[in-house]
């Protein structure tokens, strides 16, 4: 059985490796500048066409992710260890404030069809976030996978909300706060990367 202190605590990692990993403050003046031009009716309907498809990606995964390590043969401990590295990866870039190429477009041009791609992949169901989804799924527990699966629902409502209000968090927030925010979020990303490929190593090895 689980304790509800253990819940709770995994609830709140699970959270924090979420909102650290999809950014939805960071994200806000990427999707301004994806819907730059349109009406805040197309922009509600893009948003929420783009959460509804990072959310049934990722809960997809969570669901099927001990079928797909069967089917390729992958082992636990190697896809904590690889997906601690990928993550630690993203957290890095994140600190030396480095832009994805895939999220700055160079010339942006506005297309119902972003909900799905970029904007739903990668941008908010990218690899970093199905890596972690998949990690705190990977206990095999129900209870576990049922509230990482509403954990990321809970973040997708919170994505939604901040796209809602973009406009005004970007002229009252500012591009430099945001840039702030980012770094530290890249740092948590970093550190779960890390704690990831430890629990990989001491899996391995049985330590």
Sequence with gaps: MNSISELLTFTLTVFTGFFAIMNPIANVPIFSAMVEGADEATKRKISKRALAVAFVIVVLFVLLGSFIFEIFGITIPAFKITGGILIFFVGFEMLQSKKSSVKHLK??????????SPLGIPILSGPGTIVTAMNFASKGNFIHIGLVILVFGLMCLLTYAAFSISDRIVKRVGNNVITVIGKIMGLIIAIIGTNMVIEGVKVAFGL
Excluded at 107 to 116: G, K, L, Q, S
């Design 107 to 116: 010339e942006p041009h506005f297309d119902e069809n972003i909900a799905i």
